[in-house]
Structure formats: C-alpha cells, structure tokens
C-alpha cells in the first residue's frame, strides 16, 4: 500500500490507502483468487456476488408481506365496520399512511432479494487491456422502475484501486466494521475520477488486485492452481433468493468481445 493521503482529488468513502498502480512490477506472489468464474489465455472473470444474506431479505420480506395482508385485512374491516375509526378524517389519514406503509416496506425487501442479478461478474481482458464490468443500479427512490443491469467497458491503464474500511453503528449500539477494494477510473494522466466500482467486499485488503496485477502482466501461468470454477447461474436449490434472481447475461456484443483478442 502506498502514501498516507490519498492520490485521487476524490478518495472512496473510507479511504485507507492508494494500492499499486495497475502496471507497477509484481514484488509479491498473488495469493488465491476469492471466486474465479473463468481463466485463460485471453480473459479472466472474478465473481463479485457482494449480496450474502439475501435469503435474510426474503425471509424478511415474505414476514412483512403477510404481516401486511393480516393488518389490511383487519383495519378495513374496522374501518368500514365504524368500530374504530369511525370515519374521522384523522383516523382515516393515518389509515392511508399505514397501509402505504405495509405496501412499500415488503416491497423494497423482496426487491432487494430478487431483483439483482445472480452475481456482478468482472472480466479482465490481458490482449485488449480492458476491463468489463457487470453491474446493476439501484435507488431507492426510483424503486423498481430505475433498477436495472448495467454493462461498462474502461481501459485497464485508466484504473486505480483503493483500500478502504468503514465503521457504523447499529441500532442495539453494537459495532459493524466493513473493508474492501474499490476501482476508480480516472481520467487519462489526471487523477481526476470518473466512476467507481468494487473489487471485493468483506474478503480482503488488496490481495485481490494483486492477483488482478499479476494476470494482466503475466497470464494465468504465474496465478495459483484454481481448484473449482464458479458458475454465476448456477446456485444451491435451498438458495430460494438467488434462484429468483435474474441469471447472469451479458450483452451479446460485449460477451463476445470480452472473451476474445483484437483482430
């Protein structure tokens, strides 16, 4: 890791330090990767499935969704009976609120569950020197019509990674502290950043770059032996999120490019 202030003239949230430039000389030996999806010659593509409790989400989400039936169920039946709100219009606004409420709080749950894709894979290209990311958007505000994949391609010279780790409270007082590896594309020759995406999250603190490093300088011969490929689409039957999901697919265009060399 390098100097104690940051390169970039905008560091990630959590910054901690600037690693490696992307063609400085390998001094260590890469370690395993994480998850690899494929390895060759031509491509290596990392998974960067981030979403570990996304059977948690559902299982929330289903629990609210019911709760919300049993509450709907039960105050329309008091309000059109006039045993308990009577129909003033207080009571009745507050009604309207609750059940908006009920509506979107399973809503954004399973959203979350399901709507994102199996995984986020990201393909390193050596003979291109470019990087392809599959990625998908989110807000909150715009759920769900704004929720969608996304597809990006960045030239490998115009990377920079970042360590970082954040710390944040809990609504019992306790302490969750997350770390992981950032990649910001920067203009060419200026540290000036135009988007950022992950690497990793919650599995190292650079480790993964290096491994990154190592395969764009010096193919997959100098990476360690790889026991077992990840398949993206394919997932246990007991992960009831992740077999709701979309499946991975990349764009037609960009599948094939990503995978092959320049002609």
Same mark, same amino acid.
């Given at each position: 890791?390098?100097? !104690?202030? $940051? +390169?970039?003239?905008?560091?990630?949230?959590?910054?901690?330090?600037?690693?490696?430039?992307?063609?400085?000389?390998?001094?260590?030996?890469?370690?395993?990767? $994480?998850?690899?999806?494929?390895?060759?010659?031509?491509?290596?593509?990392?998974?960067? #499935?981030?979403?570990?409790?996304?059977?948690?989400?559902?299982?929330?989400?289903?629990?609210?969704?019911?709760?919300?039936?049993?509450?709907?169920?039960?105050?329309?039946?008091?309000?059109?009976?006039?045993?308990?709100?009577?129909?003033?219009?207080?009571?009745?606004?507050?009604?309207?609120?609750?059940?908006?409420?009920?509506?979107?709080?399973?809503?954004? =749950?399973?959203?979350? /569950?399901? =709507?994102? @894709?199996?995984?986020?894979?990201?393909?390193? #290209?050596?003979?291109?020197?470019?990087?392809?990311?599959?990625?998908? !958007?989110?807000?909150?505000?715009?759920?769900?019509?704004?929720?969608?994949?996304?597809?990006?391609?960045?030239?490998?010279?115009?990377?920079?990674?970042?360590?970082?780790?954040?710390?944040?409270?809990? &609504?019992?007082?306790?302490? +969750?502290?997350?770390? %992981?590896?950032?990649?910001?594309?920067?203009? &060419?020759?200026?540290?000036?950043?135009?988007?950022?995406?992950?690497?990793?999250?919650?599995? *190292?603190? %650079?480790?993964?770059?290096?491994?990154?490093?190592?395969?764009?300088?010096?193919? $997959?011969? /100098?990476?360690? &032996? +790889?026991? !077992?490929?990840? *398949?993206?689409?394919?997932?246990? @039957?007991?992960?009831?999120?992740?077999?709701?999901?979309?499946?991975?697919?990349?764009?037609? /265009?960009?599948?094939?490019?990503?995978?092959?060399?320049?002609?």
């Amino acid at each position: 890791m390098s100097r !104690k202030s $940051p +390169i970039l003239n905008q560091p990630c949230p959590g910054w901690q330090a600037d690693l490696p430039p992307t063609n400085n000389p390998i001094s260590i030996k890469a370690r395993p990767s $994480p998850r690899a999806n494929s390895l060759s010659s031509t491509y290596l593509e990392l998974s960067r #499935n981030v979403s570990t409790r996304r059977n948690i989400t559902l299982l929330l989400g289903t629990a609210q969704l019911m709760t919300s039936i049993i509450f709907f169920t039960w105050s329309t039946k008091m309000l059109f009976s006039n045993n308990f709100f009577g129909f003033d219009p207080t009571m009745i606004g507050l009604y309207v609120g609750a059940i908006i409420f009920v509506i979107i709080a399973p809503a954004f =749950l399973l959203g979350a /569950a399901i =709507l994102p @894709p199996r995984d986020c894979p990201i393909r390193f #290209n050596r003979l291109r020197r470019k990087v392809y990311v599959y990625d998908f !958007k989110q807000n909150w505000l715009t759920f769900p019509t704004r929720w969608r994949v996304t597809t990006h391609s960045f030239d490998w010279d115009d990377l920079h990674a970042e360590f970082w780790r954040r710390r944040a409270f809990t &609504p019992q007082g306790g302490l +969750i502290i997350t770390w %992981g590896v950032s990649i910001a594309v920067v203009k &060419p020759d200026t540290n000036v950043v135009i988007t950022r995406f992950p690497l990793t999250v919650c599995q *190292d603190e %650079g480790s993964s770059w290096d491994y990154v490093r190592t395969y764009m300088q010096h193919g $997959p011969d /100098a990476l360690p &032996p +790889i026991e !077992k490929f990840n *398949d993206p689409n394919d997932v246990p @039957p007991h992960n009831l999120a992740l077999r709701l999901a979309p499946k991975v697919k990349w764009p037609a /265009a960009m599948d094939v490019e990503s995978r092959s060399g320049p002609t």
